[in-house]
């Protein structure tokens, strides 16, 4: 086979160079191809008489017209992040040369020709605000360059969207999971399955389809048969039954998941029945009585039981569930707060694995198992072992817990607060940014406010920053970039960081401290100031509800802070996407 000629501009001395060849040589290894890589430098020019045809231009740099519309150019993000995208284009045999090596790839086992590929693909996080929708658009854009057919279906925090039908799955060639909270997997009994996260997915696209053609399992549960068998699993996000695949970690964002909505719901409506006045709720009969006890009385109080309920059936699906919720509330009624219901649907979720795995009844009694034998005999053990061995000692640690957050001052409020928001900002979505969400959102079930304030500035700033950047040093920015740099702000002032993933990606090196230094910051300050915030997302949307942002000028200064801070660092050292080479690349 023709080799592939590679040619590498960089106009600074930077690893991206090597980082590019590296990515790409270890990934033509595995497709069998050859390449002949070519640095250009800043006082040499590309060789007029290079074939284009089999040409791989990698640079950061805008083409002359001349040479972008001839060969394929890639930037270095992506031959470094994603080369199995880049070079999957070079399978096909190059029009003008021809092959006589008898080892050519065999386009149409890879799914390149021939009759088209199909896939079916599940997305979902914990919050199904950003990564759910960013990864279904990232694998149908990668799916459609591929020509291969992918319907998705996006399990947000608004329920299922472009649900899966039956035909489409039983028509399928591979299912693809990309998911970090628990998916019901009944309906695709029998199809070969790849499990990933949204992370991967939206980076890693090309990858991630690839994988799921040439390397996923068949998903070994009861035949996949009907449509009947399909709809008789929930679309909603639910638990993988073996809990094979996760872990706690995983089985505790899906708690989260479904505890979100009871926290902004009894939030804004203990805020709202502030308004009129912060102790009129006492009065009974009142409007401001009837809000605190929807919101306060209601809403806050099946919070604990919601995380532990669906905790447990992440890790057992349904028969997990009654025994989750008996020992959430078990634990809330102690005072064990969000600590105590973890614990509680940890021990319901295995115990209802244990009796389930354990316990073999004849074939006439197996009926039983699921609706009256596992439930009950669950609901025992967690029960039991919340009221005389974990409930207490859990009190003590909450209430220690508690008292220490609220009691926070000076120094050591202010490394709270900078230790979070530097964790939201650190991977952008990613299990050290839900780590610290996670921690802060259980906090509000004890009416503590502060670090929810504190993760919230820090969330928001990295994508307000980059958008900052991206108007202070326009010079540095291309075009798409500046329009990226318009989306992100948006994002950032719904509290999505999201946003600033692009340019996370492609100077990671660089943007990432940036965003770490100004989320730090804007935490740090954040609960200096003594801001508290009642809901958990929504950014400045909620700020406008009286009395849902405590201190709500300086919490504005916090994030404008933090968001300079983030702006002006990548304006000063972020890698200029445009540098003038109409002179060098002739």
Known sequence: M??????????????????????????????????????????????????FERTLLVT????????????????????????????????????????????????????????????VAVTACPTGIAHTFMAAEALKNQAQKMDIEIHVETQGNVGAKSLLTFAQIKEADAVI??????VDLARFAGKILYRTNTGTALEKAAMVIEAALYSGLAHSSAALSSPSAQHSASPSTRAVPSGKHSGPYQHLLTGVSYMLPLVVAGGLAIALSFVFGIEAFKVSGSLASALMQIGGGAAFKLIVPVLAGYIAFSIADRPGLAPGLIGGWLAAEAGAGFLGGIIAGLLAGYSALLIRDRITLPQTLAGLMPILIIPLFASLITGLLMIYVVATPMKGVMDALTAGLLGLSGANAILLGALLGAMMG??????????????????????????????????????????????????????????????????????????????????PFRVIPANVMGSALAGALSMYFGCTIRVPHGGVFVFGIPNAVENLPMYLVSIAAGTLLTGLIIAIVFKKSVPILEDVLQ
């Not at 106009?11 to 890589?37: G, K, W, Y």
């Not at 003008?96 to 896939?119: C, D, I, Q």
């Open 2 to 51: 023709q080799p592939i000629r590679v040619l590498t501009f960089d106009n600074a001395a930077s690893p991206h160079t090597q980082m590019a060849i590296e990515s790409l040589r270890a990934e033509a290894r595995v497709l069998n191809l050859r390449l002949d890589f070519l640095p250009i430098e800043h006082d040499k020019s590309i060789p007029k008489d290079l074939a």
């Open 60 to 119: 950061d740099v805008i083409l002359p017209s001349s040479l972008s519309s001839q060969g394929r150019n890639v930037s270095f993000a992506e031959a470094i992040l994603r080369p199995t995208s880049v070079l999957n284009p070079f399978l096909a045999p190059a029009p003008v040369a021809k092959v006589s090596s008898p080892k050519v790839v065999n386009t149409e086992e890879r799914g390149f020709r021939g009759p088209r590929r199909k896939l």
């Open 177 to 182: 999971i990309a998911a970090d909270t628990a």
């Open 426 to 507: 650190f991977d952008l979505g990613g299990p050290t940014n839900k780590a610290a969400y996670a921690f802060t959102v259980g906090l509000l079930s004890s009416n503590t406010f502060g670090p929810m304030a504190a993760a919230m500035a820090g969330g928001m700033t990295p994508a307000l920053g980059v958008s900052f950047a991206c108007f202070v040093a326009r010079q540095k920015f291309s075009t798409e970039e500046r329009q990226a740099g318009k989306t992100a702000g948006i994002l950032g002032l719904c509290f999505i960081s999201e946003g600033a993933i692009p340019f996370a990606a492609r100077d």
